[in-house]
Nanobody, 120 residues
Framework: QVQLVESGGGLVQAGGSLRLSCAAS????????MGWFRQAPGKEREFVAR????????YYADSVKGRFTISRDNAKNTVYLQMNSLKPEDTAVYYC?????????????WGQGTQVTVSS
């Protein structure tokens, strides 16, 4: 059974940093694309960042470019999201997703989410 477990969320002041982790179990995703999404109260889920596990290429939403960094650790089967210079508008539940399917334009697996709150 595949599981994605996010951790690392919390409360931080504006300008601070957090590192989110997404630990995958049940299979590896070394030929897959993994991503981070977020959903703020009353808003739709939005894309944050993604990484092609095998080659390490990354892509970011304009709103986080230059502040967030996505990375992966093969040995730990874990994807990270380093978030710096956090802003109140980054407040949301952050979700990890794995195994992007081009045909469905969606990810097959999702984590349960971790709350990030940035105070002003």
């Amino acid at each position: 059974q595949v599981q994605l477990v996010e951790s690392g969320g919390g409360l931080v002041q504006a300008g601070g940093s957090l590192r989110l982790s997404c630990a995958a179990s049940g299979r590896t995703f070394r030929t897959s694309v993994m991503g981070w999404f977020r959903q703020a109260p009353g808003k739709e889920r939005e894309f944050v960042a993604r990484i092609n596990w095998s080659v390490g290429t990354t892509y970011y939403a304009d709103s986080v470019k230059g502040r967030f960094t996505i990375s992966r650790d093969n040995a730990k089967n874990t994807v990270y999201l380093q978030m710096n210079s956090l802003k109140p508008e980054d407040t949301a539940v952050y979700y990890c997703a794995a195994d992007y399917n081009i045909g469905t334009a969606d990810y097959k697996y999702w984590g349960q989410g971790t709350q990030v709150t940035v105070s002003s």
